[in-house]
DNA sequence: GTGGTCTAGACCACA
DNA sequence: GTGGTCTAGACCACG
């Protein structure tokens, strides 16, 4: 995994971990990485993934038991949610960012099915 | 104007001055506000503002002359890329955010007209 | 300040600026020590008050500002709530505790001001 | 059983131990359930309630005989004392804490009263 | 081995 | 000087 430099690597993990569980890569009650391996993994320092651990559990996205290992959330209304917040996120964001650039709605529409056309075209 | 705590700040004005470019508000061979003067309308520190300006200056974004002020670029060229790289970089990924999460290219588009329409109904 | 060995430090910090809150020693929008200062007084590391601000940012107890300081919510509101919550919490655990241990209401207030008047007569 | 998370299992259960015999559901003599049994039901290691058992003994609240088990004390006086001291800490602690929030003696009470006729109201 | 806490010490961004 | 992040390394509680 490649961090970007001006955003801390806990937050971007936050991320990360909240990004496979909105695919569907970890399921709920899944068992995640030890902190220690995952920091290995990573090639950071442990205490960033205890970091990382317990603002997700304070979040209530995972539950950590010591001596045991930690879980993604067995409430499967909170893994739904994750990943609808995440699109709702991705396109209001799009709508906004594309609106302030003078797209109309119709005109937006417009660019992204070209967009989508021409990477056949590329790709 | 609101910071992101997570962002080095001059990174999000750089961003904000390119916007401005973009959607047209900061004109060609347009003059800037003074170091001082954005400082104090964005409420930082004069510093963060110069440091802005000077890696602005460096990409050609803008030009500076000695005890006169800063301009935005006189190449028209430059103007329109900026406008262009914004877009495409906005669209590609969006695309790219919601492929990871599962969408096909008919979804996408899909989503995207109940969003828009959705916003009608509720707004 | 006086540590438990069995309940970590932050948490016990995080505690006592609360009750600090509660009983109106800290006030709205006050500043707080800084960071490195209060880890100095109390001799703990400075990243152990990191910690501890950190998570009462999250509840919105405090506010930190990178380069100004943390400071007690701006939020009357906030501050009546953790008060409030505070004394509910002693007395609901007091109700529950000797319920557990067979009083009746009546006994209950009855040694408590036997309790109040003991005092008086040893103190 | 549910544990809370920032105190070590044995003493919370150390204190359910001692908490039964001031209730007087575990009495005089009485033979504990085993090491073994006790760890199933509140589901934890072994090992935890063997740690607890031997602080137990040490405080000479139970005592064991090699190969047949372990008994709550003989000593009556003991188990009236277990029970005193718990009630007095219950109701010092509250009165210190109350007050530590600004309530009189007199008005302690009346919250007391206030909390125990709102409950039957709200229950 | 698992998560959690703490220290010491470094560096960064911001004012 | 202020808060925030990160590392290295230690120790603890639990299973």
Do not use: W
């Amino acid at each position: 995994m490649k961090f970007k430099d001006n955003m801390p690597i806990y937050l971007q993990i936050i991320d990360h971990v909240k990004l496979k569980i909105a695919t569907g890569e970890y399921k709920r009650a899944e068992k995640l990485e030890s902190v220690r391996d995952m920091a290995q993994k990573l090639r950071v320092n442990h205490n960033t993934i205890a970091k990382t651990y317990q603002f997700l559990e304070k979040d209530g996205i995972i539950f950590s038991k010591k001596g045991v290992g930690s879980f993604i959330t067995e409430s499967e209304e909170m893994i739904s949610r994750i990943r609808e917040e995440r699109i709702f996120f991705k396109i209001s964001t799009f709508v906004n960012d594309l609106r302030v650039l003078g797209y109309s709605d119709k005109k937006m529409i417009e660019e992204l099915e070209k967009f989508l056309k021409g990477e056949i075209q590329n790709g």
